[in-house]
């Protein structure tokens, strides 16, 4: 049985550099002017029948199908569309092998484990203002905590609602409208039936040093795989890099607060790691949930990324030992016996498993309850 496709929209808006897929969307129903769920309905993608209805996955991953539908429904080519879904970044700063679309299950696990929003976003405010509502697609990732081109932290929550940007209704996913246009350069979230139309370009940002902006570049430019990935001077997949940085990101979250003056962080950044850490629920991870989630917030989220690179640009297998030593001993001091002896193990261990070493210790969830 021949499929048929949909019939080409009249008026397409052609996606931005890096934009992500619900961006584009909500872009391409203001300029034909209707509620995002009917663009998404002429492009062929499925969705929930009901009065306010999203994809499953929306975002996330696509199917081959659907990629060759939307093309044929507006011209932008199949590699574009995938481009901008998150899947673009698996095997390198996510893992999303097993999502599938249209199973929830699948979506639940893997926003649960990966260091990403599936349905929320990050945004620096300039440069949505000066791109007129696009918003990104690495604004999504765990990792995104500043803007390299304004040296300022992304914006986490809306001042006026408290929500998360674009996160949906009470924090909750964001849906398809079947009634509503989309606003890109205002917050939208639903609050007891009423819409906050606070405007994102007039949300304050602070300012971060050079180093901060660098280094969200070197992330950014590993992502997407124009530089290599290096620890102890060896290159490494994407994957193992990001996998490091998480590991180190958990040894330090393990340290707080005993390895806050370690930490190449301002106070502020110091204080919001160690509300973080004190405020986390324990979920049915355990312990591993706790220390292993997602940063909550850019700030956060900046003050991990700069100790966890510190510890990869190591220029030797001793100096990255060297590097990860006082971080272990502030774990050490703060679970006293009532962990494994990270210090030790890393001092003895070869060198070029103290990565590994440090993964696996901080994952097995036996050994860190209290």
Same mark, same amino acid.
């Given at each position: 049985?021949?499929? $048929?496709?949909? +019939? +080409?929209?009249?008026?397409?808006?052609?996606?931005?550099?890096? @934009?992500?897929?619900?961006?584009?969307?909500?872009?391409?129903?203001?300029?034909?002017?209707?509620?995002?769920?009917? %663009? %998404?309905?002429?492009?062929?993608?499925?969705?929930?029948?009901?009065? #306010?209805?999203?994809?499953?996955?929306?975002?996330?991953? /696509?199917?081959?199908?659907?990629?060759? &539908? %939307?093309?044929?429904? !507006?011209?932008?080519?199949?590699?574009?569309?995938?481009?901008?879904?998150? @899947? $673009?970044?698996?095997?390198?700063?996510?893992?999303?092998?097993?999502?599938?679309?249209?199973?929830?299950?699948?979506?639940?696990?893997?926003?649960? =484990?990966?260091?990403?929003?599936?349905?929320?976003?990050?945004?620096?405010? !300039?440069?949505?203002?000066?791109?007129?509502?696009?918003?990104?697609?690495?604004?999504?990732? *765990?990792?995104?905590?500043?803007?390299? @081109?304004?040296? /300022?932290?992304?914006?986490?929550?809306?001042? =006026?609602?408290?929500?998360?940007?674009?996160?949906?209704?009470?924090?909750?996913?964001? +849906?398809?409208?079947?009634?509503?246009?989309? &606003?890109?350069? =205002?917050?939208?979230?639903?609050?007891?039936?009423?819409?906050?139309?606070?405007?994102?370009?007039? %949300?304050?940002?602070?300012?971060?040093?050079?180093?901060?902006? #660098?280094?969200?570049?070197?992330?950014?430019?590993?992502?997407?795989?124009?530089?290599?990935?290096?620890?102890?001077?060896?290159?490494?997949?994407?994957?193992?890099?990001?996998? &490091?940085?998480?590991? !180190?990101?958990?040894?330090?979250?393990?340290?707080?607060?005993? $390895?806050?003056?370690?930490? #190449?962080?301002?106070?502020?950044?110091?204080?919001?790691?160690?509300?973080?850490?004190?405020?986390?629920?324990?979920?049915?991870?355990?312990?591993?949930?706790?220390?292993?989630?997602?940063?909550? /917030?850019?700030?956060?989220?900046?003050?991990?990324?700069?100790?966890?690179?510190?510890?990869?640009?190591?220029?030797?297998?001793?100096?990255?030992?060297?590097?990860?030593?006082?971080?272990?001993?502030?774990?050490?001091?703060?679970?006293?016996?009532?962990?494994?002896?990270?210090?030790?193990?890393?001092? /003895?261990?070869?060198?070029?498993?103290?990565?590994?070493?440090?993964? *696996?210790?901080?994952?097995?969830?036996? +050994?860190?309850?209290?």
């Amino acid at each position: 049985m021949m499929t $048929v496709r949909p +019939r +080409r929209l009249a008026l397409v808006v052609a996606p931005a550099s890096g @934009e992500s897929f619900a961006s584009w969307v909500d872009r391409m129903a203001l300029r034909n002017g209707c509620p995002a769920w009917a %663009i %998404i309905e002429a492009l062929g993608v499925d969705v929930r029948a009901s009065s #306010d209805v999203r994809s499953l996955a929306y975002g996330v991953v /696509t199917m081959p199908e659907t990629c060759r &539908a %939307i093309e044929a429904a !507006t011209g932008v080519s199949s590699e574009v569309v995938r481009g901008m879904h998150l @899947e $673009v970044f698996d095997g390198s700063v996510l893992d999303l092998a097993g999502v599938r679309v249209g199973d929830k299950e699948s979506v639940r696990r893997a926003e649960g =484990r990966e260091w990403v929003q599936f349905f929320g976003s990050r945004v620096c405010p !300039t440069c949505l203002a000066a791109s007129g509502g696009v918003w990104l697609v690495w604004w999504k990732l *765990g990792w995104a905590a500043v803007c390299p @081109e304004h040296r /300022t932290l992304l914006v986490d929550l809306c001042p =006026r609602c408290r929500v998360s940007v674009r996160r949906g209704p009470a924090g909750r996913p964001a +849906r398809l409208s079947r009634s509503r246009m989309p &606003a890109p350069l =205002r917050c939208g979230a639903l609050l007891s039936g009423a819409v906050c139309d606070q405007p994102i370009p007039q %949300i304050g940002t602070s300012s971060v040093s050079s180093k901060f902006a #660098d280094q969200q570049q070197l992330v950014l430019e590993v992502v997407t795989h124009r530089r290599s990935a290096l620890i102890a001077g060896q290159v490494v997949s994407a994957g193992q890099w990001f996998a &490091a940085l998480k590991a !180190t990101a958990m040894l330090v979250r393990l340290g707080v607060p005993e $390895v806050l003056p370690l930490l #190449d962080a301002p106070l502020d950044g110091q204080g919001a790691l160690a509300a973080e850490v004190g405020g986390q629920r324990w979920n049915r991870a355990g312990p591993v949930g706790r220390f292993g989630m997602a940063p909550r /917030t850019a700030l956060v989220a900046a003050g991990l990324l700069a100790v966890a690179l510190e510890v990869a640009a190591a220029e030797s297998e001793s100096a990255l030992v060297a590097r990860l030593m006082p971080l272990a001993a502030a774990a050490r001091m703060r679970w006293k016996e009532r962990r494994p002896d990270l210090l030790t193990q890393v001092a /003895t261990c070869a060198p070029s498993n103290v990565i590994r070493l440090v993964s *696996g210790s901080v994952s097995r969830r036996s +050994r860190l309850r209290r």
